[in-house]
Nanobody
Framework: VQLQAYGGGLVQAGDSLRLSCVASGRTTDSPFAMGWFRQAPGKGREIVSAMSWTGAIDYADSVKGRFTISRNNDRKTVYLQMNGLKPEDTAVYYC???????????????WGQGTLVTVSS
């Protein structure tokens, strides 16, 4: 499975941004979850949000109420709508895909390239 992410950039605090990630390759072998992780400068990677094949959703406490994850009808594209961005959201965001149980515990089978989100104060 290959993952291509889009949508990072530089925004101001309070702005919105939407990330997209398209899965390709052997995506039809079995159902798979998709999600987003991030890694801020000097910090470890953390799960931001993940969505199972059947629509179950997890969010990190730090983004609840501000970020929304969704998948398109063929479930091969995942979006992360980020509203009310804060400087502490600044990080490289990584798209991920794989087993739901794995994403929920902060890991993944497949990773996309990162996309940088910078939020200025």
């Amino acid at each position: 499975v290959q993952l291509q992410a889009y949508g990072g950039g530089l925004v101001q605090a309070g702005d919105s941004l939407r990330l997209s990630c398209v899965a390709s390759g052997r995506t039809t072998d079995s159902p798979f979850a998709m999600g987003w992780f991030r890694q801020a400068p000097g910090k470890g990677r953390e799960i931001v949000s993940a969505m199972s094949w059947t629509g179950a959703i997890d969010y990190a406490d730090s983004v609840k109420g501000r970020f929304t994850i969704s998948r398109n009808n063929d479930r091969k594209t995942v979006y992360l709508q980020m509203n009310g961005l804060k400087p502490e959201d600044t990080a490289v965001y990584y798209c991920a895909a794989g087993r739901w149980g794995l994403l929920r515990v902060g890991n993944s089978d497949y990773w996309g390239q990162g996309t940088l989100v910078t939020v200025s104060s």
